[in-house]
Structure formats: structure tokens, C-alpha cells
T-cell receptor, first 112, second 114 residues
Framework: EDQVTQSPEALRLQEGESSSLNCSYTVSGLRGLFWYRQDPGKGPEFLFTLYSAGEEKEKERLKATLTKKESFLHITAPKPEDSATYLCAVQAYGGATNKLIFGTGTLLAVQP | KAGVTQTPRYLIKTRGQQVTLSCSPISGHRSVSWYQQTPGQGLQFLFEYFSETQRNKGNFPGRFSGRQFSNSRSEMNVSTLELGDSALYLC?????????????FGQGTRLTVV
């Protein structure tokens, strides 16, 4: 069964304190791995798509990497506005579908 | 370019009632998926529509249904509401062309069943 596990569940950082969020996945055939940011009461905001092991993508203070079993979201020198829930999702091969399987997210709090 | 639009943003319904939620995808996107988000279960896939046809369905009871119109707009319906249906319902649209599989979400409809 396709599955996504995110850790830690919650993370509290001081402003400027870099860290990484983990997303471990089990999928029959990985079509894509997605990172989203979600603010309270809002829909998930797309951040990155990764398609193959070794791929990396960056956006401002965020960098996402992918291996055959997991993905990391590295946050460099975070600011309070980076506080949000970060969601990881996978899309598997097997039929024509855009179905995403989500992890339960990491709640990040960045304190000034 | 307008994003994904979901209406209404908030709903309060009574047990046993039915509800219809609406989603307008990004212009040009033909795939619309629906998700239910609850604190305990996270985001769970409900179903996906492409060119007015349901092409995938999650593990939800038959009370949950949907449809897609020729302009790609989609609706989902929940009949005989239960307290456990209280959740944030999210719609995602995808271009669904070649390798482009990114899904973009709307702000969601917050449904409260009392």
C-alpha cells in the first residue's frame, strides 16, 4: 500500500536556525513527489515537484531533495513568516490519475 | 491568472441534510480532484474528474458523489450528512498534460455538521 510518513510532527525553531523536515514514502512506482505549505484555514500552496532520485529544487530559503526512499525539505535561516504546516505528497504510476497521497504534515513554528 | 475558486467558503448544516460544494479550476485545467481534510486523518482523496468523467475514487461511502461539467467546473455532493463529515473540503486542479502533474488547491470549503 502506498504510504507517506512525515517527521517530526512539530518543530519549533528560532529565527535563523536552519533545519530539515523529512518525508519517507513507500510507493509502487513514483510518478512525482510534491511539497506544499499550508497556513491555518487555507488551502495547500504548491512549493515543489520532484520526479527522480538526486533531483533538487530551491525557492528562497527552501530546498527540496529526493532519494529513492525519502525527501527532505531544508529550511535555511528561517523567518517567522515561514511558520506553517508543510505537507508532502506522492503520486504513483498506475492508470491515468492525479491522485495524491499525503503525509500528515510537519507543523513548523519559527520564533523571532 | 485566477486560481482555483471554491464556494461557499463556510457552511453549517444539520445532520441528515445534504450539501453541494462547487469548484472552478484554473482556466485550461481539465482535471479536478476533491480531498477531505480533518485533524485526525489529514488529507484524504475523495475522487477525481477529467473531461466530465470520474477516473478515480477514494474509499468514501456512496453518500459522497461528484460531477464535472463541460467547462471543467466541478461539484461534490454529500447526502445524509453525519457529524463526522465536518471537515475542510479541498478542490485541486491540474493541467494534466505530459509531465505536468502539479495540483493547485483552492482555499477550501469549511463544512460544519451540527
Amino acid at each position: 500500500e502506498d504510504q507517506v510518513t512525515q517527521s517530526p510532527e512539530a518543530l519549533r525553531l528560532q529565527e535563523g536556525e536552519s533545519s530539515s523536515l523529512n518525508c519517507s514514502y513507500t510507493v509502487s512506482g513514483l510518478r512525482g513527489l510534491f511539497w506544499y505549505r499550508q497556513d491555518p484555514g487555507k488551502g495547500p500552496e504548491f512549493l515543489f515537484t520532484l520526479y527522480s532520485a538526486g533531483e533538487e529544487k530551491e525557492k528562497e530559503r527552501l530546498k527540496a531533495t529526493l532519494t529513492k526512499k525519502e525527501s527532505f525539505l531544508h529550511i535555511t535561516a528561517p523567518k517567522p513568516e515561514d511558520s506553517a504546516t508543510y505537507l508532502c505528497a506522492v503520486q504513483a504510476y498506475g492508470g491515468a490519475t492525479n491522485k495524491l497521497i499525503f503525509g500528515t504534515g510537519t507543523l513548523l513554528a519559527v520564533q523571532p | 491568472k485566477a486560481g482555483v475558486t471554491q464556494t461557499p467558503r463556510y457552511l453549517i448544516k444539520t445532520r441528515g441534510q445534504q450539501v453541494t460544494l462547487s469548484c472552478s479550476p484554473i482556466s485550461g485545467h481539465r482535471s479536478v480532484s476533491w480531498y477531505q481534510q480533518t485533524p485526525g486523518q489529514g488529507l484524504q482523496f475523495l475522487f477525481e474528474y477529467f473531461s466530465e468523467t470520474q477516473r478515480n475514487k477514494g474509499n468514501f461511502p456512496g453518500r459522497f458523489s461528484g460531477r464535472q461539467f463541460s467547462n471543467s467546473r466541478s461539484e461534490m455532493n454529500v447526502s445524509t450528512l453525519e457529524l463526522g463529515d465536518s471537515a475542510l473540503y479541498l478542490c485541486a486542479s491540474s493541467l494534466d498534460a505530459g509531465m505536468s502533474t502539479e495540483a493547485f488547491f483552492g482555499q477550501g470549503t469549511r463544512l460544519t455538521v451540527v
